[in-house]
């Protein structure tokens, strides 16, 4: 511990001299530390504080019931690195350098949510399960620690590592359990309900069958994206039926439900007399159906990919439920403001702080979400979306704005065609327009490299490109 705090002191102490004076804590103990975490492909309505009709999910419920549940979360994106890139900077997928790539782009340019709590005196910390999140993608930004060690492929595509809730969870707690006096930002990245939906033997089995509307048994699919069937990368075996592939998925998350509630309950012991900040969210979520889409993500920005839970928890926060539009753009400046540090100069989110501890009323919004092809806007209960199918070539980074769809959300989660918004498009248009650079992705690591090359997946001395992850699967 001595060595830890050996090592802060001279960060302190420079910070004034960089210019980071304002951001240095006067008092570093007189701040709560923050608890951020991420379930990769986490439909909302798959927790039982959003509606699951099962109890499955105890941990995250019990964080629901003391933090404040908010019903209409839009993630930026619904592909892994683009919103977790917006998750860390406030700003949305084509704003930042990553863009809607999904592990060749990287985050170059801008201020993270690590770098301004690093610059104020925290202890930070990231812990993640997601090839696409590695180093190189430039998440580890502002984190002391980042540990990005995967240890297995996925059962269909042995070159995608990840690893699962409790390997990446125990190291978490291994860092709590060793934390000094002052306070920390730690950021937990949990795999588990991305497919292939494989829980543990324990959890296997717990759900059964879950119904989705299509009951008969869907086909396999050749590709690892598509409708009407399983996507390639998803197949379970020989086995067929949607209910089936559904209860896997919530086995997953209750199994990843666990090892939340561990982690949060870490965290509170941990943080010092000043409490912890909770923030509890998905990267995006999931189709389980929905309009012939069954088990994939990435594919566009409908309500079933781009809502996402999402709970703040705060010893002054008012616990309840609300129904205001909000984005992962707002998880940043809603941190820091929560914890009492200075806000990110440049973002496009929108402090929950005021709302989430009085109420405070949010200005009316548009909320954008993004994949390759396809960019959509949230604004009340409608939805507009240009693109509206995957670009044929992804690396254009292009939307055909021509093709403009609008919808109103009805209850159920379920959308229906409405008149094109055409506010909504011409906002659209804008945004899309004035999209950032995209920036290459760093090489990856040697060691990496020698892993796929022995699983076969490289030639033993080919050029070293990481194999691009396809961008609906991850
Ligand atoms: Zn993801």
Known sequence: MASRRSLLRPILLVAPLLGLAGCALDEPTAHP???????????????HSYGFPLETTPHIDALAERGVVFERAIAAAT??????????????????????????TRLEGVTTLA??????????????????LRRRTGLDRGFESYDDELVRGEINRKAYFERNAADTGRLALQWLGERSERPFFLWVHLQDPHGPYTPPDEWRGRVGEH???????????????GPTGIPAYQALGEERLPAVYAARYAEEIMYADVWVGKVVAAAE????????????????????????????????????????????SAPDVEPGRLADLVSHVDVAPTLLELAGVPAIAQSSGTSLAGLVRTRE????????????GEAGAYQGSRFTRVGG???????????????????????????????????????LVRYIEARAPLVAADQMDPEHIERLRALGYLPPDGAANEPTPAPYAD
């Open 269 to 312: 012991q941990a943080s010092g007399e000043y409490g912890l900040v909770t923030l509890f969210t998905a990267d995006h979520g999931e189709s389980m159906g929905e309009r012939g889409w069954f088990f994939q993500h990435g594919q566009s920005t409908t309500p079933d990919l781009a809502r996402v839970p999402f709970i703040v």
């Open 115 to 132: 770098e301004q709590f690093l610059a104020a005196g925290y202890e930070t910390a990231a812990f993640v399960s997601n090839v696409v």
């Open 33 to 47: 530390s923050v608890l951020l975490v991420t379930v990769d492909t986490l439909r909302a309505d798959y927790l």
């Open 211 to 225: 119904p989705l509307r299509v009951t008969r048994p869907l086909k396999l699919l050749s590709d690892n994206i």
């Open 389 to 427: 199918s995957i670009a044929s070539d992804r690396m254009t980074d292009v939307v055909r704005p021509l093709q403009v769809e609008s919808f109103r959300i009805i209850e159920g989660g379920v959308w229906q065609s409405d008149d094109v918004d055409v506010v909504a498009r011409e906002a």
């Open 79 to 104: 592909l892994t690195a683009p919103a977790h890139a917006s998750i860390m900077t406030g700003l949305y997928a084509r704003q930042h350098s990553i863009g809607v790539r999904n592990g060749d």
């Open 361 to 372: 009323a949010l200005p009316e919004r548009t909320l954008y979400c993004d994949t390759d």
